[in-house]
């Protein structure tokens, strides 16, 4: 068993016996943490004062030694903890002795602390996987899994996301985000087929509303956790959720996605500073120095736009796009054909009567959603295509008459 003596290796006139410590300190330093790892030094702190028998931090601060710091460590070695986990956790006591202005002598702790061990392996995903991915996802969320794979930011950045983030209008598009570790912004640019699906996902958002949020709240964003599990029963469906060497760990996690971005970027011909640059990564000495424009990192990124598209297929696969292109647009036509009817009857009606049964601001939506959708796929198409497409809509022969309102909600929910 390993004893230290009482007090070994901290600073004499740092040991005032009876004085109360001023965690204010501590405190400040939690403040500049992320939410992440505050909470994991909280949860370190909490284990550290019931192992010693500490009734609050202010006695830990007073009483704890390296002989306490032993205990801690023993304890999570008897509750099979990883190395990494109690490299973490021994981080956390270290940093608030050192804030308490008791900081724990250094040799000591390097005696009792493992070495660090890798644990698990994370596999790049390829391009079809994600394509795979993206499909197998329900419908909501397949703008999140598309858009971690086209953009490699970690989960937690794309969950922060708010609509007023995105700008669509540029070239290329592109997202503002708040780089998790560093809270400083960066932009990073989005392929044409993502920013097509944003586009629609978030076209009844407000402003400050979550890109990726919870059922019927779009200021409340969706939990990683959550996320996660969903992640690994799309894999499980796919037959590629799979343990990797350790046994401890899955071959491909969300990170795999981020891992994918930088392997893209890197074998797409980017260069080093700028794939560093779009994924957030800390640049050392040329953080200071180091001032790339934004027309810069585009023409950069510009190498790799293709390779992130889901929506580029080989030959066989494009005529079926092209023919899936083809029969969707002569359905929406149709669907806005029938709507716009439906708007022209309920607006006379109202000049008429001063009122009408058709729900015009419904109509409008739906409308709006429509006409979006068939100028996505228009762009799909050559033009002759699409005014063939137009001319048979607007010739094919179609009771436009006012249905019920069950068959409104169809239509409604076909547009959808």
Not at 219 to 245: C, G, H, M, T
Not at 313 to 332: F, G, K, P
Not at 374 to 398: H, Y
Request: charged content about 35%.
């Amino acid at each position: 068993m390993i004893r230290m003596k009482r007090g070994a290796g901290m600073v004499p006139e740092q040991k005032r016996n009876g004085e109360s410590k001023n965690l204010s300190l501590w405190q400040a330093y939690l403040l500049n943490l992320d939410d992440d790892t505050r909470e994991v030094y909280m949860r370190a702190l909490r284990m550290f004062c019931r192992v010693n028998g500490f009734r609050s931090l202010e006695e830990a601060a007073e009483k704890g030694d390296e002989q306490a710091f032993v205990n801690f460590i023993r304890a999570l070695r008897d509750r099979n903890r990883s190395p990494n986990t109690i490299r973490l956790y021994a981080v956390a006591v270290r940093r608030f002795f050192e804030a308490v202005k008791r900081p724990l002598g250094p040799m000591e702790i390097k005696l009792v602390i493992p070495k660090r061990r890798v644990v698990r392996e994370t596999n790049a995903i390829d391009r079809e996987l994600a394509r795979d991915i993206v499909l197998a996802a329900p419908p909501r969320k397949r703008a999140l899994f598309h858009l971690l794979w086209a953009t490699g930011l970690r989960t937690s950045e794309a969950l922060s996301l708010r609509k007023k983030d995105v700008d669509l209008e540029s070239d290329p598009p592109r997202i503002r985000v708040i780089t998790k570790k560093t809270e400083r912004p960066r932009v990073v640019f989005l392929p044409r087929d993502v920013a097509l699906r944003l586009r629609n996902h978030i076209a009844d958002l407000n402003d400050d509303d979550y890109l990726f949020h919870v059922e019927d709240n779009p200021r409340r964003p969706l939990n990683s956790d959550k996320v996660a599990e969903l992640f690994r029963r799309i894999l499980f469906k796919l037959d590629k959720l799979k343990r990797d060497s350790s046994g401890r760990g899955y071959t491909y996690s969300l990170h795999s996605f981020r891992r994918a971005y930088e392997t893209t970027l890197a074998t797409s011909g980017v260069h080093p500073m700028v794939i560093k640059v779009m994924l957030g990564h800390s640049q050392g000495v040329e953080d200071s120095y180091l001032r790339l424009s934004v027309n810069d990192l585009a023409a950069e990124w510009r190498k790799a736009e293709q390779n992130l598209r889901l929506d580029v297929r080989s030959a066989v696969d494009e005529a079926i796009a092209r023919q899936l292109a083809r029969s969707q647009l002569i359905t929406l036509k149709l669907i806005e054909n029938q709507l716009l009817h439906l708007l022209i009857i309920g607006e006379s009606e109202r000049r008429e009567t001063g009122s009408t049964k058709i729900k015009l601001d419904e109509v409008k939506r739906h409308l709006e959603q429509v006409q979006r959708q068939i100028q996505e796929l228009e762009k799909l198409l050559p033009r002759s295509e699409v005014l063939k497409i137009n001319r048979r809509a607007d010739d094919m022969d179609v009771d436009w008459g006012v249905g019920s309102e069950d068959d409104d909600e169809d239509l409604y929910r076909f547009a959808d």
